[in-house]
């Protein structure tokens, strides 16, 4: 089956730097990658997502960039802010289905 | 995502019991899901359902149990056989076409006691 791995599992940047998640799958009929974000106690909330016909997509500070070549997807976060401190989850999904396979997540700390 | 209600919020259970935890949506979503995360951890898949009256296991089914016979209600039953129960239970649904976002509900913390 698919597997995820996410890099690195913990991140920590000075407010107004940039973060970068990185994520390698193994299975290259996936065809859907979402980034979740996850705040301490609370509901993982869908950030941005990409699809494998597009090679990046932008909103706002948020970028995910996709190169179904070398099968990885990473997320980037401009001007860092400290509402971005959370953690953050990718995840694929094949062609077939609606069953996500997720990263093991990154902690992201934005000191002030 | 506020479609999704989850409850109870917190859960407490004595080993030897088994508990169900509910998973009710009105987004008219085909798909729901049940996922379990850990501290520090991923989340991973226990069950999926994509149409009513039929499910199938995830990564992690052993000691669970399942069932869909509402499109709006998909209730997971933990059962005394599940070893490490702990853990913060997140439901989820999609559409089966299109735009198959999944949306997550807010989550039961089961302890075992």
């Known amino acids: 089956g698919e597997n995820v791995e996410q890099h690195p599992s913990t991140l920590s940047v000075q407010e107004g730097d940039s973060a970068v998640i990185k994520c390698t799958y193994s299975d290259s009929a996936s065809n859907y990658f979402p980034w979740y974000k996850q705040e301490l106690g609370k509901r993982p909330q869908l950030i941005i997502d990409i699809r494998s016909n597009v090679g990046e997509k932008k909103d706002q500070r948020i970028a995910v960039t996709l190169n179904k070549t070398a099968k990885h997807f990473s997320l980037h976060i401009t001007e860092t802010q400290p509402e971005d401190s959370a953690v953050y989850f990718c995840a694929a999904r094949r062609a077939a289905g609606n069953k996500l396979t997720f990263g093991g997540g990154t902690r992201v700390l934005v000191k002030p | 995502d506020g479609g999704i209600t989850q409850s109870p919020k917190y859960l407490f259970r004595k080993e030897g019991q088994n508990v169900t935890l509910s998973c009710e949506q009105n987004?008219?979503?085909?798909?729901m899901y049940w996922y379990r995360q850990d501290p520090g951890q991923g989340l991973r898949l226990i069950y999926y359902?994509?149409?009513?009256?039929?499910?199938q296991k995830g990564d992690i089914a052993e000691g669970y149990s399942v069932s869909r016979e509402k499109k709006e209600s998909f209730p997971l039953t933990v059962t005394s056989a599940q070893k490490n129960p702990t853990a913060f239970y997140l439901c989820?649904?999609?559409?089966?076409?299109?735009?198959?976002?999944?949306?997550f509900g807010p989550g039961t913390r089961l302890t075992v006691l």
């Open positions: 989820a649904s999609s559409r089966r076409e299109g735009t198959d976002t999944q949306y």
């Open positions: 987004l008219n979503h085909d798909a």
């Open positions: 359902s994509q149409i009513v009256n039929d499910f």
